[in-house]
Every structure is written in C-alpha cells, then in structure tokens.
C-alpha cells in the first residue's frame, strides 16, 4: 500500500491531475486528501474536485442513499474547512445540511440540492435568523428540493402559500426551483387558482420544475407570475378548467424549453392544450407526455406535425409519448402499426419512433413515442408491444383481453428491468397445463422470472391464474414487494386459506396490504378491525355491539359511530394529525361507506 502511494506521488503532476479528473470527486476527496499535505492536497483543490459535492447516493432504481457517517464526519472535520471557498454546488440530505454548512462560509456556493424537504426544514432554516440566511438569501440561485412524502388537501393549499410561495420571497436571487419527488412518493402539487398574483411571484426565475393541481393552476402560473421564465417543466394532475376565466398567454413565447404531463386528457387536448403550442414560436426543447381519451382518431406523425411542430421553428429537440384511446366500428378496417408509424416519413425527427397499437372490443389504443423512452411511466399497454429495453419506466399498467402467459411476464421483466410499480388488468385465464407442455417454449415456461426491484403490485382486477402467477416463487420471485393490491376471496384460496408454503416467501416484506372482496366478506372483516379501534375511542362500546341486526347494518352503524366520535373528540387542529395516525383504518371504513351508500335499502 504504502508503495502504491509512493509511485502515485511520483508521477507528474499532469499525468496525476488526468488520472484523478476520471474518478468520482467523492472518492478522490475522501481517500487522497491530507496523503500528502502540500502538493497533493494542493492539486485536490482544483476547482474540477471541489465545484460540486455530492453527498447523496442515487441508484439504478432512484433509490436515495446518504453518504455512510464515517465518510461524513471525515468531510467535515479534515475536508470542507479547507475547500469550502471553492464549493459552487451542493446535494445533500436535509439532515445533514447544518453539519455540512458550519463547516465553513462557502462564500462560492450557488446551487443546493436537498433530499428528504420538509416544511419543517423551512420553518427552522429558511428564516431571517437562520445562521445560513446570508447564504440561501443572498448567494442561492438554484434550489431544487425533493420530496419524500405524501399529501392531502389540507397541505397543498399550506404548501403553495406558506413553503413555496415563501421561498420565492426569501430566496432573493433564485433563478432556478424544482420541487421534484423520490419515487414512488407524490410530491406536493400546487394551487394557484383565486390566489392573488403576490403568492406565486418572482421577477429573477428563468427555470421552474413544478407539479399544479389542475389546468386552471398552470394558466394562472404563467399569466404573469413569472414574466422571466424560459424553461417550464410542469405536470397537471387533473384538467379542471374554469373557462369563464380569461388567462393572458403572452408569457409562453419567452419558453426555450418546455415539459408538459398530463394524463386523461379527453376534448380537453383539443381544446387546451393544442392551442398554448401556438404561443411557442422560441421554443427549442419540447417534451410532451400525454394520455388521451374519447378522440375519434389516433394522433399520428400528421398530427404531430400539423398541429405541433408546425408553430416552432426554433425547435431541435423533441420527445414525446402519446397514448390516444378511440372508440371504433369492428366493421371497419383499422390502422396498423405501420400505417401511424407512415406518417413519420416527411418530419424530421433525430430520434427513432416507435409504435403500439391494440384494438379490444370496441376500443382502440395507440403509443406513439420517441426512443430512448424518457418517461417513468407507461400505461395500457398488452401483449404486443416492441422488443425493446424501458431503461426509464418504474410504473406499468398492462390490459388485455388476450391472456398473459408465463412467457409474456418473461418479456416483461426484460424489457422493464428497473420495474417499481406493476398493475395487471385481465379477466382471461392462462393457458392450460396441457397447452404449456405441448408448446414449443416448454423451456421458457418453466423459468423461474425475478422482479428485482418491483415493490409494489396490482391484481385485485385480473382473473386468478395472475395472483397464482405472482405469488407463486416457483414462477415469479419478488424479493422486495412491499405494497400488494389483491382480490381476497381469489388470495384466500391460491394461498390455501394462508398455509401454502411457496406463497409466502414473496409475499414476507409485504407492508401495506390492501384487499379487495365482494361487500359481505369485506364488511365482516373490517368489522373485525373495526372493533378493537372503538374500544379504544368509545367509552359505551358494548351499544354498538349489542344490535341484532345483520352485519351490513352493524357495520354502518360502526362507521356513523366513529365519524360521530372522530368529529366531536379531536380538536379541529388536530384532526390532520389524527388522520394520519389511523389512515389504514380510516381508508377501510371510508371504502366500506361508500360500498353501503351503492345500496340505498341499505342505508
């Protein structure tokens, strides 16, 4: 070892410097700083090693990891005091920004990365008396903060005002926010709608990465909120849109860059969405994932082209998914997939195009999208898709009225290696026994199939073949499943009534269980979970058992009961906290309600 370093020193400083720029920083830091405290750590203070630190690892899977805290303590005890002049842009966790930061001024510092945000985090650092003010509201031009965590109601509306429209008064000279979220966590979306212009509002921002809530959100957002702004990457949850409301878009014919995701678009793509491209004439950067429902034909290379592109003449760079849904006539010839993949010849695309198209029944569905493929989700798709590789998707959604044989989720697995989020969606059963053995792919159905990274699963809505398919580790392994949506009358008997050995090993790291069943089976069972949790609220319980009726009508009872108890013993302000504490339960009486109110001699 010690000769090793010898004749590392002994090299020129130039041929050194070329060896060390290949390396992650990180690394060269953490094992070569202080080795030889004059050339050596004269060398590693170029502004190639300590311009960016990263202190948060980032798996194949988008799994977040932080540095281990011996390498932690070794930064910030021998390093950072020594190059934090240098440092320009910072990744850390939010736990270990205050270490980080006392560690020197870091008068250089623009551009800060913080994992695990929280609101908390900014009532105690983004404050006046924050020991780091002079950095974060004089020095920060790029902030981007993610999210590990789910919403309600109640904190999207705090969050727009009281967090992100906050931070855009604080940080004085901010240039560039993205509020991004860890998968699979939803990240807070933002409403802007009957909010005063002051809420949202920035004169220096030129690049915003942000989720809104409904269509109506992001007209507002770009109706002269942000008059700076070049680059937009936005996602709509739900296109809700008060059309009586006259939105000026003026302001897109600034954007260089534009991202748009929306999904069950219906009249509302022809109506919205086409017309903001005729703002876009600048634009160089365009990335559009779009799913659409209720057309009466598919979009294609014609429509892309007639309707898109056509208004951007500066454009280079374009990708895109979209998924069109179209009722049919089965009398009627249909197109095939090289017919939509025709109307691609006359534009000129850098990228290949790919196509999928499915009809079932009286419905058509259409993919059209760019390769690589950029997006983390894709939906709808069934047996006949593209032997390709999905590097980027984390959540698929497969439907067919073909079955799914063991070969099919073969296919899958390979093209979807870095799969997260599965749902399977098919009332067709496999195919029988004796078909397997006569096939010629007798050895690919014997094959052992692993799902590596996929935590959570859907097949509450597919014929029971599936659920026999996935929890059995003699087909399908699944080493980190944590979330499993599943029909129970169909689980109860593919696991034996709970006593099949080779279906328990898939489902052992299983956390959050949700079970769907006809309404007689679901209501005895949540009557039993119900139980113990108003013993524990409900000082005169032996009334609500004591009632003779059948169970559907103790069951309602039970959930007037506690909705009564809820309302009257939790103290308005704390009613958020309380419902985070009994979600689980809290979302299985909610469901049963809903249930009863289907039937109105129920009730």
Not at 40 to 62: A, W
Not at 185 to 209: D, V
Request: hydrophobic content about 40%; charged content about 20%; proline content about 3%.
């Amino acid at each position: 070892m010690n000769q090793s370093k010898i004749n590392l020193l002994n090299l020129p400083n130039e041929i050194l410097f070329i060896i060390l720029k290949k390396l992650n920083n990180m690394d060269v830091l953490y094992s070569l700083f202080d080795v030889d405290k004059q050339r050596l750590d004269i060398l590693l203070q170029e502004s190639i090693f300590t311009n960016t630190l990263n202190f948060v690892l980032t798996t194949l899977t988008d799994d977040i990891l932080s540095l281990a805290d011996p390498i932690i303590d070794q930064f910030c005890i021998n390093i950072l005091p020594k190059i934090h002049y240098n440092v320009k842009s910072l990744t850390v966790d939010s736990i270990y920004m205050e270490r980080i930061l006392l560690t020197g001024n870091y008068p250089n510092l623009t551009e800060l990365k913080l994992f695990n945000f929280n609101d908390k985090f900014v009532s105690h650092y983004f404050t006046v008396e924050s020991s780091f003010r002079h950095i974060f509201q004089r020095q920060i031009t790029d902030l981007i903060l993610v999210f590990k965590d789910d919403f309600n109601e109640i904190t999207i509306k705090y969050y727009t005002i009281d967090i992100y429209g906050y931070i855009l008064k604080f940080f004085e000279n901010l240039k560039h926010l993205s509020i991004i979220r860890s998968f699979p966590y939803y990240y807070l979306p933002l409403i802007f709608r009957n909010r005063p212009l002051t809420t949202f509002f920035s004169s220096t921002l030129s690049k915003l990465s942000i989720h809104v809530m409904y269509y109506d959100d992001f007209l507002a957002l770009v109706d002269g909120h942000l008059k700076q702004l070049t680059t937009l990457i936005v996602v709509i949850t739900d296109m809700k849109y008060d059309s009586s409301h006259i939105y000026n878009m003026d302001n897109l014919r600034n954007l260089k860059c534009f991202s748009l995701q929306c999904y069950g678009l219906s009249n509302e793509y022809d109506i919205q969405i086409l017309p903001l491209f005729h703002y876009m004439s600048n634009l160089e950067e365009l990335t559009l994932y779009l799913t659409i429902d209720s057309r009466t034909t598919f979009i294609d290379g014609n429509h892309i082209y007639n309707k898109i592109l056509i208004h951007m003449p500066q454009l280079h760079t374009f990708n895109f998914c979209f998924c069109t849904d179209i009722r049919i006539d089965p009398l009627v010839n249909h197109l095939s997939k090289d017919d939509i993949q025709q109307t691609f010849i006359n534009i000129k695309c850098q990228q290949q195009i790919e196509c999928i198209v499915n009809y079932l029944d009286l419905t058509g569905t259409c993919h059209i999208f760019s390769l690589p493929f950029m997006f983390d989700d894709l939906g709808s798709i069934g047996n006949t898709f593209p032997s390709i590789i999905f590097n980027h998707v984390r959540k698929l959604w497969i439907y067919d009225k073909i079955p799914f044989n063991h070969e099919f989720f073969i296919r899958i697995a390979w093209s979807f290696p870095l799969l997260k989020e599965l749902c399977v969606i098919n009332d067709k059963p496999q195919s029988s026994i004796l078909d397997t053995l006569n096939s010629n792919d007798n050895q690919l159905s014997s094959t052992i199939i692993e799902y590596p990274y996929l935590i959570s699963l859907h097949i509450s809505d597919c014929h029971i073949d599936y659920i026999e398919e996935f929890l059995n580790d003699t087909k399908i392994r699944l080493p980190h499943l944590m979330k499993l949506t599943v029909n129970y009358d169909k689980l109860i008997i593919v696991t034996e009534n709970f006593t099949r050995d080779i279906t328990r090993l898939n489902c052992t790291k299983v956390k959050k269980e949700r079970i769907t069943m006809d309404r007689f089976l679901y209501i005895k069972l949540t009557e039993q979970q119900l139980k113990p949790y108003i013993d524990t609220l409900y000082d005169d319980v032996d009334v609500i058992w004591q009632d003779d009726s059948d169970s559907k009508h103790r069951s309602q009872y039970v959930l007037n009961k506690i909705n009564e108890i809820f309302n009257e013993r939790v103290e308005p302000e704390e009613q958020a906290a309380k419902m985070t504490d009994i979600w689980p339960i809290e979302n299985v009486w909610g469901y049963i309600k809903e249930k009863l109110e289907e039937d109105d001699s129920i009730m």
